[in-house]
């Protein structure tokens, strides 16, 4: 598999277990559990949710396709409404699949420069920091799963073997 099918790989997992982690857990939290300091690193399955579109679409998108690197707070609230909140990352997890169509595969063996939110000047590897992008989120839903289960909700099934079967029975 290249580098640019990997990435595309990832970048599909990340929607499926986006959307799967929204549509079939979160959703399901009442109102004071969703906004419940649960002890996250972001306090809340909120606080955690606004973390990653912050993360996702605010940073690492922003320094990946458009070469910009904006200044956020990792706990800066985007969205205080739940629905906007979820609608607005469920659309930045699927920026990633058209962006890495475009790339040139000479892309993913060269770096990434861009400016930290601390205002540190940073050149790094393209492909393993493309990667920390995808484990990045697929950290803070494992979280978000714990505080589920924390809260008496069943968590989901989330591991990316799950997808790739599914995708291959589709296949078929």
């Known amino acids: 598999m290249n580098a640019r099918d990997h990435f595309l790989m990832l970048a599909r997992y990340h929607v499926w277990a986006t959307d799967r982690l929204l549509d079939r857990h979160v959703a399901l939290l009442a109102e004071d559990e969703y906004r419940r300091d649960v002890g996250l690193f972001f306090k809340s399955v909120h606080g955690t949710l606004n973390h990653l579109l912050v993360a996702e679409r605010g940073l690492w998108f922003e320094r990946f396709a458009n070469g910009r690197s904006p200044v956020h707070k990792l706990n800066e609230e985007l969205h205080t409404e739940r629905s906007a909140l979820h609608a607005a990352l469920k659309q930045a997890v699927r920026e990633w699949i058209p962006a890495i169509e475009s790339w040139d595969t000479a892309r993913f063996d060269g770096a990434l420069g861009y400016t930290s939110t601390e205002g540190v000047t940073r050149t790094v590897p393209f492909a393993p920091t493309l990667t920390h992008v995808f484990n990045h989120g697929t950290h803070h839903r494992g979280q978000i799963s714990a505080a589920l289960t924390m809260l008496g ?7 990316l073997l799950f997808r790739v079967i599914a995708e291959a029975e589709k296949a078929k």
């Open 153 to 159: 909700h069943p968590a989901p099934e989330l591991d």
